[in-house]
C-alpha cells in the first residue's frame, strides 16, 4: 500500500489557480499565435533565494526558426533583465555557489561555448570554446570548476585533432559509411564516430580535460539525457555521470552511475549490481550519500522509475520511494541531507512531493502541472515552471514551509492571451476492459454555448507508456484543436502513466486489446454528452498513438476521419528498422523469429483489407524511431483500396515536427483534413 503522509506540511491544492479558469469572452487561439508564443523554461533560483534565472524561447516564423535567450529577474518582482548578448543568445544558466557569477551557453553560434556572467557587473566572458561545441555547464560545489559536455572523437587527445577530422569529413568526396553493430543510426542522427564527452575547466580558466578520454561511450546516454546525468563529488575532485557500456546498446537498457576523478583516469562502476537503467546521479549535500533514479526491470525503459540513495561509506542502497507507486521525475536534495524534493506524475499533473530517507512520502503541492524546480541553499525557496491545457507555462516562486500560495514571476504572451477565449480541462472517467475504472480529460471549444453539439476529436497518446497531462503541449495542444470547434478529449487508457505501474504494465505483449477496449468504451462515454454530436466523431495520434489509429482502421467504422501521424503499421517490418530493440522486444516477447505470436496478433498491416475511414498519414523522412516507410506501407493501403486519405510528408522532419513553418503546415493540414469530414459549425 501505498504511504502518503499530509500532516504537519500544509498541501497546496488550489482548484481555481490564477489564470487556471476558464477565459471568456474572447477568440479561439490561431495557428500563428500558437507557433509565436515565447516559451519560458529552466528556472534556476540564485543560492541566497533573492534571483531568478531563466530562459525565453521566441519563435521567428519568416526566419523559420526559434531562439533563446537568458534573463534575471528578482524573486519579490519587478523589470527582468537580460544576462545573454543578442549576438550571442544563451541557454543553461547555472549559479556559481557563491551567487555572484552565472554560467551558460550560448545559442546563436555554430558550436556553443561556455561564457561566465558577472551579476554585480552586468558583464559576460568567454570561459571555454572547442570546436565541438558545449552543453550542458555546471558548476562544483567549490566553486573552482566547472564541467560540460563535447562531441568528440574518442581517439582524438586535443582539440586540434578534432577539427581536423571534422573537417576532413565534411571534405570527403563519398558520404558513404560503413557499419558493423547496431544502433548505427538514433532517433534523427546517423552515427558519426563522435561520443558526448564531460570536460572540466577551472574557472580562472585553462585548457578543458576530458575526463571521460579515450572511451567509446556517451555522458549523457542520448537522445534524451542532460545535464542531470553528471554532478561534482561535493568536494570537488570527483565527478559522477551515467553512461552505458557496451557493443550490445541497441537491445539494452543498463545504464549505470561512475565516478571519475576530475584529472581523468578509469571511472569506478557505483551500480554493478543493478540490471536497469540508472541515471540523474546526485551527490548529498553533506557528502556521505548518492541519490539517483533506478528502473528494476532490464529492457523495460517503462518501468517504474524509484528513487535510490547509496550510502557512500557502506556501499548499501536503498528505494527511497518503495510505498510508491508512481514514477519519480526530477528531485533535488534539501540542504539538511535528509529530506528530499521531486515531482511525479498522479493521474493528470505532475505533483511536488517530499520525502525523508525512510520513504516517508509527503505531497508538498497539487496545483497545476509543474516541472524543472529549483531550490534555493535555505530549503525553503522554490522555482519551477506551471502550466496547464488553458495556461501557457509561467515560472513561479513558492515558499515551501510557509503552506503560502505560489506567485507568479513572469508574464510572457500576456498581450496575446489576454484576447483569447479557452476552456480548462475537465476531468473524466468511464468504465473501459475489466471493468476497470478508466481516466481522461475533456476540452469544450472556446465557442462553446449551451444548448448547441459539437463535433467530437479523440486524442490518442504515444508510447505507448505515456499519458495526456494537463499541460500547455508544445505539439499536440488541446487548445488548437478546440479552437476548430471540436470538443476535444484526451483519453488516457492501459498504458498510461500517472495510474500506478499495473495500470502501465498491462499495455505490454497486448497492443490492440485492453486498451482499445478502454479508448472505444470512452469514445461512446464523450458521445453521450449532451453537448457532443455523436454522428460527426474524428480521431488522431503519433506514435502509438498512430499505431491505435491503425488498429481502430482495421476495427472499427465508429470515426468520420482520422489521422495517423508517425504510426507503426507493421510491427515486423518495424522492428527490422527502429534503432532501440529492447523495446519492441520487450513490448512483444522478443524478436519475430523467436516469438512471432504477438507481432501477428497486433500488427494493423494484418487488417487492411477492413480500412473503410478516410486517414491523413503523416510522417517524417528523419524519423528513425517510426521509419517513415510505417506511413508510406499504410497509405499505399488506404489507396490502393480507393480509401480516402492524404499523405503529408516532411523530408527534413523527424519523428516531431519541429521548424515553425513546417508546424504551421501540419496544422494547416489536420484541421483542414478534420473539417473536410466534420464541418465544425455547430448544431442544435
Given at each position: 500500500?501505498?504511504?502518503?503522509?499530509?500532516?504537519?506540511?500544509?498541501?497546496?491544492?488550489?482548484?481555481?489557480?490564477?489564470?487556471?479558469?476558464?477565459?471568456?469572452?474572447?477568440?479561439?487561439?490561431?495557428?500563428?499565435?500558437?507557433?509565436?508564443?515565447?516559451?519560458?523554461?529552466?528556472?534556476?533560483?540564485?543560492?541566497?533565494?533573492?534571483?531568478?534565472?531563466?530562459?525565453?524561447?521566441?519563435?521567428?516564423?519568416?526566419?523559420?526558426?526559434?531562439?533563446?535567450?537568458?534573463?534575471?529577474?528578482?524573486?519579490?518582482?519587478?523589470?527582468?533583465?537580460?544576462?545573454?548578448?543578442?549576438?550571442?543568445?544563451?541557454?543553461?544558466?547555472?549559479?556559481?555557489?557563491?551567487?555572484?557569477?552565472?554560467?551558460?551557453?550560448?545559442?546563436?553560434?555554430?558550436?556553443?561555448?561556455?561564457?561566465?556572467?558577472?551579476?554585480?557587473?552586468?558583464?559576460?566572458?568567454?570561459?571555454?570554446?572547442l570546436s565541438t561545441g558545449a552543453d550542458g555547464v555546471i558548476w562544483s560545489p567549490t566553486g573552482s570548476h566547472l564541467a560540460f559536455v563535447s562531441e568528440v572523437y574518442p581517439d582524438c587527445a586535443d582539440d586540434a585533432c578534432n577539427a581536423a577530422r571534422m573537417e576532413a569529413?565534411?571534405?570527403?568526396?563519398?558520404?558513404?559509411?560503413?557499419?558493423?553493430?547496431?544502433?548505427?543510426?538514433?532517433?534523427?542522427?546517423?552515427?558519426?564516430?563522435?561520443?558526448?564527452?564531460?570536460?572540466?575547466?577551472?574557472?580562472?580558466?585553462?585548457?578543458?580535460?576530458?575526463?571521460?578520454?579515450?572511451?567509446?561511450?556517451?555522458?549523457?546516454?542520448?537522445?534524451?539525457?542532460?545535464?542531470?546525468?553528471?554532478?561534482?563529488?561535493?568536494?570537488?575532485?570527483?565527478?559522477?555521470?551515467?553512461?552505458?557500456?557496451?557493443?550490445?546498446?541497441?537491445?539494452?537498457?543498463?545504464?549505470?552511475?561512475?565516478?571519475?576523478?576530475?584529472?581523468?583516469?578509469?571511472?569506478?562502476?557505483?551500480?554493478?549490481?543493478?540490471?536497469?537503467?540508472?541515471?540523474?546521479?546526485?551527490?548529498?549535500?553533506?557528502?556521505?550519500?548518492?541519490?539517483?533514479?533506478?528502473?528494476?526491470?532490464?529492457?523495460?525503459?517503462?518501468?517504474?522509475?524509484?528513487?535510490?540513495?547509496?550510502?557512500?561509506?557502506?556501499?548499501?542502497?536503498?528505494?527511497?520511494?518503495?510505498?510508491?507507486?508512481?514514477?519519480?521525475?526530477?528531485?533535488?536534495?534539501?540542504?539538511?541531507?535528509?529530506?528530499?524534493?521531486?515531482?511525479?506524475?498522479?493521474?493528470?499533473?505532475?505533483?511536488?512531493?517530499?520525502?525523508?530517507?525512510?520513504?516517508?512520502?509527503?505531497?508538498?503541492?497539487?496545483?497545476?502541472?509543474?516541472?524543472?524546480?529549483?531550490?534555493?541553499?535555505?530549503?525553503?525557496?522554490?522555482?519551477?515552471?506551471?502550466?496547464?491545457?488553458?495556461?501557457?507555462?509561467?515560472?513561479?516562486?513558492?515558499?515551501?514551509?510557509?503552506?503560502?500560495?505560489?506567485?507568479?514571476?513572469?508574464?510572457?504572451?500576456?498581450?496575446?492571451?489576454?484576447?483569447?477565449?479557452?476552456?480548462?480541462?475537465?476531468?473524466?472517467?468511464?468504465?473501459?476492459?475489466?471493468?476497470?475504472?478508466?481516466?481522461?480529460?475533456?476540452?469544450?471549444?472556446?465557442?462553446?454555448?449551451?444548448?448547441?453539439?459539437?463535433?467530437?476529436?479523440?486524442?490518442?497518446?504515444?508510447?505507448?507508456?505515456?499519458?495526456?497531462?494537463?499541460?500547455?503541449?508544445?505539439?499536440?495542444?488541446?487548445?488548437?484543436?478546440?479552437?476548430?470547434?471540436?470538443?476535444?478529449?484526451?483519453?488516457?487508457?492501459?498504458?498510461?502513466?500517472?495510474?500506478?505501474?499495473?495500470?502501465?504494465?498491462?499495455?505490454?505483449?497486448?497492443?490492440?486489446?485492453?486498451?482499445?477496449?478502454?479508448?472505444?468504451?470512452?469514445?461512446?462515454?464523450?458521445?453521450?454528452?449532451?453537448?457532443?454530436?455523436?454522428?460527426?466523431?474524428?480521431?488522431?495520434?503519433?506514435?502509438?498513438?498512430?499505431?491505435?489509429?491503425?488498429?481502430?482502421?482495421?476495427?472499427?467504422?465508429?470515426?468520420?476521419?482520422?489521422?495517423?501521424?508517425?504510426?507503426?503499421?507493421?510491427?515486423?517490418?518495424?522492428?527490422?528498422?527502429?534503432?532501440?530493440?529492447?523495446?519492441?522486444?520487450?513490448?512483444?516477447?522478443?524478436?519475430?523469429?523467436?516469438?512471432?505470436?504477438?507481432?501477428?496478433?497486433?500488427?494493423?498491416?494484418?487488417?487492411?483489407?477492413?480500412?473503410?475511414?478516410?486517414?491523413?498519414?503523416?510522417?517524417?523522412?528523419?524519423?528513425?524511431?517510426?521509419?517513415?516507410?510505417?506511413?508510406?506501407?499504410?497509405?499505399?493501403?488506404?489507396?490502393?483500396?480507393?480509401?480516402?486519405?492524404?499523405?503529408?510528408?516532411?523530408?527534413?522532419?523527424?519523428?516531431?515536427?519541429?521548424?515553425?513553418?513546417?508546424?504551421?503546415?501540419?496544422?494547416?493540414?489536420?484541421?483542414?483534413?478534420?473539417?473536410?469530414?466534420?464541418?465544425?459549425?455547430?448544431?442544435?
Amino acid at each position: 500500500m501505498t504511504r502518503l503522509f499530509f500532516g504537519a506540511l500544509a498541501v497546496v491544492s488550489l482548484a481555481s489557480p490564477a489564470g487556471g479558469e476558464a477565459q471568456t469572452g474572447g477568440r479561439p487561439l490561431q495557428v500563428d499565435e500558437f507557433l509565436t508564443l515565447d516559451r519560458v523554461s529552466d528556472p534556476q533560483v540564485s543560492p541566497d533565494g533573492r534571483w531568478i534565472a531563466y530562459a525565453v524561447t521566441t519563435t521567428d516564423l519568416g526566419a523559420n526558426g526559434r531562439s533563446t535567450d537568458l534573463w534575471l529577474l528578482a524573486v519579490g518582482g519587478g523589470e527582468p533583465r537580460r544576462i545573454s548578448d543578442v549576438r550571442r543568445g544563451g541557454r543553461h544558466a547555472r549559479w556559481s555557489p557563491d551567487g555572484a557569477t552565472i554560467a551558460y551557453i550560448t545559442t546563436r553560434a555554430d558550436a556553443g561555448e561556455v561564457r561566465l556572467y558577472d551579476v554585480a557587473r552586468g558583464r559576460s566572458r568567454r570561459l571555454a570554446l572547442l570546436s565541438t561545441g558545449a552543453d550542458g555547464v555546471i558548476w562544483s560545489p567549490t566553486g573552482s570548476h566547472l564541467a560540460f559536455v563535447s562531441e568528440v572523437y574518442p581517439d582524438c587527445a586535443d582539440d586540434a585533432c578534432n577539427a581536423a577530422r571534422m573537417e576532413a569529413e565534411a571534405a570527403r568526396a563519398s558520404q558513404a559509411r560503413t557499419y558493423d553493430d547496431l544502433l548505427y543510426r538514433h532517433w534523427r542522427s546517423w552515427e558519426d564516430g563522435r561520443r558526448s564527452h564531460v570536460f572540466v575547466v577551472p574557472v580562472g580558466g585553462g585548457a578543458p580535460i576530458d575526463v571521460t578520454a579515450g572511451r567509446d561511450y556517451d555522458v549523457p546516454v542520448p537522445p534524451f539525457g542532460g545535464s542531470g546525468d553528471y554532478a561534482f563529488a561535493v568536494d570537488g575532485r570527483s565527478l559522477v555521470f551515467t553512461t552505458k557500456v557496451g557493443g550490445d546498446q541497441a537491445w539494452h537498457t543498463n545504464t549505470d552511475v561512475y565516478q571519475v576523478s576530475i584529472e581523468g583516469g578509469e571511472p569506478r562502476n557505483l551500480t554493478s549490481g543493478f540490471r536497469g537503467a540508472e541515471q540523474h546521479p546526485a551527490p548529498s549535500p553533506d557528502g556521505r550519500m548518492l541519490a539517483f533514479l533506478s528502473q528494476e526491470r532490464a529492457g523495460f525503459e517503462s518501468d517504474r522509475v524509484r528513487l535510490m540513495v547509496l550510502d557512500l561509506s557502506t556501499g548499501g542502497v536503498r528505494e527511497v520511494t518503495r510505498d510508491f507507486d508512481q514514477w519519480v521525475a526530477e528531485f533535488v536534495w534539501l540542504p539538511n541531507s535528509r529530506e528530499l524534493v521531486f515531482t511525479s506524475q498522479q493521474q493528470h499533473r505532475n505533483l511536488i512531493y517530499r520525502t525523508n530517507l525512510s520513504g516517508r512520502v509527503e505531497a508538498l503541492m497539487t496545483w497545476g502541472n509543474t516541472s524543472q524546480i529549483s531550490i534555493a541553499e535555505d530549503g525553503n525557496t522554490m522555482a519551477f515552471v506551471n502550466d496547464a491545457i488553458n495556461r501557457p507555462g509561467q515560472v513561479y516562486t513558492w515558499s515551501i514551509n510557509a503552506g503560502a500560495s505560489p506567485q507568479r514571476l513572469t508574464d510572457v504572451n500576456a498581450a496575446v492571451l489576454g484576447q483569447l477565449s479557452m476552456n480548462p480541462a475537465e476531468e473524466i472517467s468511464w468504465v473501459g476492459a475489466d471493468g476497470n475504472t478508466v481516466r481522461g480529460m475533456l476540452v469544450r471549444p472556446p465557442q462553446y454555448q449551451r444548448g448547441q453539439r459539437y463535433p467530437l476529436l479523440v486524442l490518442i497518446h504515444g508510447g505507448p507508456q505515456g499519458a495526456w497531462r494537463d499541460n500547455w503541449h508544445s505539439r499536440w495542444n488541446a487548445q488548437m484543436f478546440a479552437a476548430a470547434g471540436y470538443v476535444t478529449v484526451l483519453l488516457n487508457p492501459r498504458g498510461s502513466t500517472g495510474f500506478g505501474q499495473r495500470f502501465v504494465d498491462q499495455i505490454s505483449q497486448d497492443w490492440g486489446g485492453r486498451v482499445y477496449i478502454d479508448i472505444m468504451s470512452g469514445v461512446e462515454h464523450a458521445a453521450r454528452f449532451p453537448f457532443v454530436d455523436s454522428t460527426r466523431i474524428a480521431a488522431a495520434g503519433g506514435s502509438y498513438g498512430g499505431y491505435m489509429v491503425n488498429w481502430i482502421n482495421g476495427h472499427s467504422d465508429r470515426f468520420d476521419a482520422l489521422v495517423s501521424h508517425a504510426g507503426v503499421y507493421n510491427l515486423e517490418s518495424f522492428y527490422g528498422a527502429t534503432e532501440e530493440l529492447w523495446f519492441p522486444e520487450w513490448e512483444f516477447g522478443g524478436t519475430p523469429w523467436e516469438n512471432r505470436t504477438y507481432y501477428e496478433q497486433w500488427s494493423p498491416h494484418r487488417f487492411a483489407n477492413n480500412f473503410r475511414t478516410p486517414t491523413l498519414v503523416v510522417h517524417g523522412a528523419l524519423d528513425y524511431r517510426v521509419p517513415d516507410t510505417q506511413g508510406l506501407e499504410a497509405f499505399t493501403a488506404l489507396r490502393r483500396q480507393g480509401v480516402p486519405a492524404r499523405l503529408l510528408y516532411f523530408p527534413d522532419e523527424g519523428h516531431w515536427i519541429g521548424r515553425p513553418q513546417n508546424q504551421r503546415v501540419w496544422w494547416n493540414e489536420v484541421h483542414a483534413w478534420l473539417a473536410r469530414y466534420l464541418s465544425p459549425a455547430a448544431v442544435p
